[in-house]
């Protein structure tokens, strides 16, 4: 089955600009999306087909698209920006989602 | 408001069943795919199924093929997950999500499989 593959942890302080990755073969077929995950909470949309900022989220979070991975870039860190993060997309044929492992980003 | 709420989680034990609800408001329902993703506690998320606009196409992760069935009104809004067989692997918080880039979702629902 379809994997995407994400690092496991994130490190940064505050100020700093992070980047989560995600790499998996239909990528560059298939469009890709980002997802916070604060505890306790529903999963929530940070970034839309590779490079999409929905309403409402704020600027330092931007997407990009290279070959096989996708990145998510978060400039200007803030300690609100701690939470686990998913990347989604879909097979090569388009018919199965599928995530990735995740990504805990800590905010020293 | 653009809002979708889960319901119908509970307790059951290995091989029951459970049917999930999730009731949206705020949009036009029937415009949509809709999706019912899952997440064990302390793992991460897992698309289960998604279901086109009228219903006549509908996908599933391998490991709940032939045990789940995702279905949909558009009169009432709902989308629905019927859980055969349940497994104690199946244990996880339910959450239904809009579109396939789950834009919108639900707050989720428990669901423990446990003798």
């Known amino acids: 089955s379809y994997e995407l593959t994400q690092p496991p942890s994130v490190s940064v302080s505050p100020g700093q600009t992070a980047r989560i990755t995600c790499s998996g073969d239909?990528?560059?077929?298939?469009?890709a999306y980002w997802y916070q995950q604060k505890p306790g909470q529903a999963p929530v949309l940070v970034i839309n087909?590779?490079?999409e900022r929905p309403s409402g989220i704020p600027e330092r979070f931007s997407g990009s698209s290279s070959g096989t991975t996708v990145t998510l870039t978060i400039s200007g860190v803030q300690a609100e920006d701690e939470a686990d993060y998913y990347c989604?997309?879909?097979?090569?044929?388009?018919?199965?989602?599928?995530f990735g492992g995740g990504t805990k980003l800590t905010v020293l | 408001e653009v809002q979708l709420v889960d319901s119908g989680g509970g307790l059951v034990q290995p091989g029951g069943s459970l049917r999930l609800s999730c009731a949206a408001s705020?949009?036009?329902?029937?415009?949509?795919?809709m999706n019912w993703a899952r997440q064990a506690p302390g793992k991460g998320l897992e698309w289960v199924a998604n279901?086109?606009?009228?219903?006549?196409?509908?996908y599933y992760v391998d490991s709940v093929k032939g045990r789940f069935t995702i279905s949909r009104d558009n009169a009432k809004n709902s989308l629905y997950l019927q859980m055969n067989t349940l497994r104690v692997e199946d244990t996880a918080v339910y959450y239904c999500a809009r579109d396939h880039a789950f834009d919108i979702w639900g707050q989720g629902t428990m669901v423990t499989v446990s003798s």
């Open positions: 705020g949009f036009t329902f029937s415009s949509y795919w």
């Open positions: 239909a990528l560059p077929k298939q469009y």
């Open positions: 087909k590779d490079s």
């Open positions: 989604q997309s879909a097979d090569s044929s388009g018919t199965y989602r599928v």
């Open positions: 279901i086109n606009q009228d219903g006549s196409e509908k």
